[in-house]
């Protein structure tokens, strides 16, 4: 995913399940008057259902006859329910070429929890990297990564008597980035935090005898931005299956992805799955012109 950061953050999920009601033929008219508003150009947000009413009824067309949930009368969502509910998230992030963020991480790496927070300003093209970090332990420290420069390298540049050494070239799969971060700076971002994502549900729903779990929140929170979250769980462990749980956030507004989560397997039945990672973007700008000035050293005073 995407990634190479974040530190712990708790977010209130505000709300549950959605809910449809009424007969049949009001259904009916519903979905039509959906699909409507939706043909018709220029419609408002307030022409258009929730999104997560549409994901419900998506879910209800698609269900076989007589296949009801425990509700009674709604199935339940299913992974691909969600896939096709990202590809709106896919489209919003194919508009953004840069932007600016606190990227915060927690990783399990080699049996160590990492807490770490930085400013990023992140370029897709040329694929460029630029953080400056505000952990206490590592307050200070510079990573700057310009594709296709510096051969490729990470340029680093610490704080205190290890600034002495000055600008320092760190190969990506270099053991001292390995022993802080669970994946390469190439995988930071929120596309790349999207796309994680998709690809997990997309093997996930094709491991058989897969016993999963799919939650939509339509009214979460993170830091009092108003989101729509999505959790799948697997209830049952198959050497298939690589994460216990998988979470990720949305702007509602923007659709962009904010914040994913993964989740291990507990090692005994009843108890926490444990965390392996959670990566968030919080005072997120986009599109704001960065230039190549933006990813040189030289600048930083490396």
């Excluded at 018709?40 to 998506?58: C, I």
């Excluded at 970090?133 to 310009?146: I, P, T």
């Excluded at 769980?233 to 298939?240: D, G, P, R």
Aim: aromatic share 8%.
């Amino acid at each position: 995913m995407s990634f190479v950061r974040p530190v712990v953050v708790i977010l209130v999920l505000a709300a549950g399940w959605l809910t449809a009601g009424g007969a049949a033929s009001a259904d009916k008219e519903r979905r039509d008057a959906r699909r409507a508003a939706k043909a018709k150009p220029g419609a408002s947000a307030d022409d258009r259902s929730d999104t997560g009413a549409d994901l419900k009824e998506e879910a209800r067309e698609a269900a076989e006859p007589g296949q009801k949930n425990a509700e009674g009368d709604l199935p339940a969502l299913t992974l691909r329910d969600v896939i096709r509910f990202a590809t709106e998230s896919r489209a919003a992030v194919k508009e953004i070429k840069d932007y600016t963020a606190l990227f915060t991480k927690t990783e399990l790496v080699n049996g160590r929890m990492i807490n770490q927070v930085m400013e990023m300003k992140f370029r897709t093209k040329p694929f460029s990297v630029y953080m400056l970090f505000k952990s206490a332990d590592v307050q200070g420290r510079q990573v700057l990564y310009f594709e296709g420069r510096n051969n490729n390298n990470l340029v680093v540049k610490e704080t205190g008597f290890k600034a002495i050494a000055g600008a320092i070239p760190l190969r990506l799969t270099d053991p001292r980035v390995q022993a802080e971060n669970r994946h390469p700076i190439t995988q930071l971002g929120i596309a790349n935090l999207l796309e994680t994502t998709i690809t997990d549900w997309e093997y996930d729903a094709k491991v058989e005898g897969d016993d999963v779990e799919v939650q939509f929140f339509p009214n979460a929170r993170l830091d009092g931005i108003p989101c729509q979250a999505v959790q799948v769980k697997h209830n049952k462990k198959l050497s298939e299956l690589k994460y216990h749980m998988n979470r990720i956030y949305f702007d509602k507004e923007t659709k962009l992805p904010l914040r994913g989560e993964r989740f291990g397997w507990p090692k005994q039945p009843g108890e926490k799955a444990p965390l392996l990672e959670d990566y968030k973007y919080s005072s997120l700008k986009t599109n704001v012109k960065l230039t190549d000035a933006d990813f040189d050293p030289v600048r930083y005073g490396f």
